[in-house]
T-cell receptor, first 112, second 115 residues
Framework: GDSVTQMEGPVTLSEEAFLTINCTYT??????LFWYVQYPGEGLQLLLK???ADDKGSNKGFEATYRKETTSFHLEKGSVQVSDSAVYFC???????????WGAGTKLIIKP | SAVISQKPSRDICQRGTSLTIQCQVD?????MFWYRQQPGQSLTLIAT?????????ESGFVIDKFPISRPNLTFSTLTVSNMSPEDSSIYLC????????????FGPGTRLLVL
């Protein structure tokens, strides 16, 4: 079945470091891919998305490119801030009913 | 986008009781979803609630335990019935227009602790 695999956390970085959070997927058909972020004590917010191969989603300095050949959608940011500390979820949708398949989430901790 | 509110934001309940969680959206939406997020875990879909039809429940979730109402296109409720400590979770509602690639928007969640 369809699935999403994320790198395990927590990921701990110093401020201004480069960030990569790996996400790979298994899906039949042509999924849409999403990154959501959950800040402490809050609900989930869409961070970025890509709906077809080679699309790049970007928002707030974060980027992810839909790589069909490697079935990946890795999240990157060039210089992280303490305020980026949160849990990041990778997700996909392939279903016409629009259900999202979720990764396990990766907790990111940024130290000043 | 859509602005979603949930009530209550948190609650502490005794086992054996029931709690109804409300989800209100600021615009009409086709699809509403209810999720459970257990501490430190990812999201698990409980059910999809579409206006004018019965909710569709995922494997492991039943209507007797999690009855859902969807009286109109901007409102839904989820009841957690006959609660036990294992029901302690964050309950999230989300909305979407439907269709692959469309974004789901989430409410702030209801944090439930069952003693």
């Amino acid at each position: 079945g369809d699935s999403v695999t994320q790198m395990e956390g927590p990921v701990t970085l110093s401020e201004e470091a480069f960030l990569t959070i790996n996400c790979t997927y298994t899906a039949t058909g042509y999924p849409s891919l999403f990154w959501y972020v959950q800040y402490p004590g809050e609900g989930l917010q869409l961070l970025l998305k890509a709906t077809k191969a080679d699309d790049k989603g970007s928002n707030k300095g974060f980027e992810a490119t839909y790589r069909k050949e490697t079935t990946s959608f890795h999240l990157e940011k060039g210089s992280v801030q303490v305020s980026d500390s949160a849990v990041y979820f990778c997700a996909l949708s392939v279903d016409s009913n629009y259900q999202l398949i979720w990764g396990a989430g990766t907790k990111l901790i940024i130290k000043p | 986008s859509a602005v979603i509110s949930q009530k209550p934001s948190r609650d502490i309940c005794q086992r054996g009781t029931s709690l109804t969680i409300q989800c209100q959206v600021d615009s009409q939406v086709t699809m509403m979803f209810w999720y459970r997020q257990q501490p430190g875990q990812s999201l698990t879909l409980i059910a999809t609630a579409n206006q004018g039809s019965e909710a569709t429940y995922e494997s492991g979730f039943v209507i007797d335990k999690f009855p859902i109402s969807r009286p109109n296109l901007t409102f839904s409720t989820l009841t957690v019935s006959n609660m036990s400590p294992e029901d302690s979770s964050i309950y999230l509602c989300s909305v979407g227009r439907g269709g692959q690639g469309e974004t789901q928007y989430f409410g702030p969640g209801t944090r439930l602790l069952v003693l």
